[in-house]
């Protein structure tokens, strides 16, 4: 190592890579990482010893405590980055998937229970409108129009009796 931080050695350098090379694979695959993963870490791990050998400081550390750290930090790096939330990408809003067949449709019906409300008499139109397309309670049409809730429900009933029967007679049209 000392030829390699001091000279620029390259056959050092081979010896020191042959050496821990497999050790650092084998060590990283014990620790859970696959294959693939562990000889990405050691050509990094092993790389960093090269253009770091400068930094090596044989009082504070053994050659092989220095590189298995050198790893160790990698392994940890790579483990980070799998477990980073990724942010989702910002979705368009989803678009229908309705063809113009199903819109047509959706206003030939719509005519259809237009015709059929003009059949009923003004109060049974006045409550199913406010009930259905008011959406309001029988409760809440009682207070708005002042009527008992017995013929409240009474026109709604008998409206919606009349719509279903005039409904009937147009769809066979």
Same mark, same amino acid.
């Given at each position: ?5 001091? +000279? ?11 050496? /821990? ?9 014990? &620790?859970?990482?696959?294959?693939? +993963? ?14 770091? &050998?400068?930094? /090596? #400081?044989? %009082? ?14 990698? !392994?940890? #790096? ?13 979705? !368009? ?8 067949? +199903?819109?047509?449709?959706?206003? +030939? *019906? ?7 409300? !003009? ?9 199913? *409108? %406010? ?22 429900? &009474? ?8 719509? =279903? %029967? ?5 769809? =066979?049209?």
């Amino acid at each position: 190592m000392i030829a390699v931080r001091d +000279q620029r050695d390259k056959d050092a350098y081979l010896q020191l890579f042959d050496h /821990f090379a497999p050790r650092l694979k084998g060590y990283l695959m014990k &620790s859970g990482m696959s294959d693939a +993963q562990a000889e990405d870490i050691v050509q990094d791990a092993m790389l960093s010893v090269w253009r770091k &050998s400068h930094l /090596f #400081d044989p %009082h504070r550390a053994a050659v092989s405590s220095w590189v298995y750290q050198i790893a160790k930090n990698r !392994q940890i #790096d790579v483990i980070r980055k799998e477990r980073r939330p990724v942010p989702e990408e910002l979705r !368009q809003p989803e678009e229908t998937d309705e063809d113009a067949s +199903q819109i047509v449709g959706l206003e +030939q *019906e719509l005519g259809k229970l237009r015709d059929a409300l !003009q059949t009923l008499s003004p109060d049974q139109r006045q409550m199913i *409108e %406010h009930a259905y397309l008011g959406e309001l309670s029988h409760k809440d049409i009682q207070e708005k129009t002042g009527l008992p809730l017995g013929t409240i429900k &009474s026109r709604i009933r008998l409206g919606l009796t009349r719509l =279903r %029967h005039e409904l009937k007679g147009l769809n =066979r049209s």
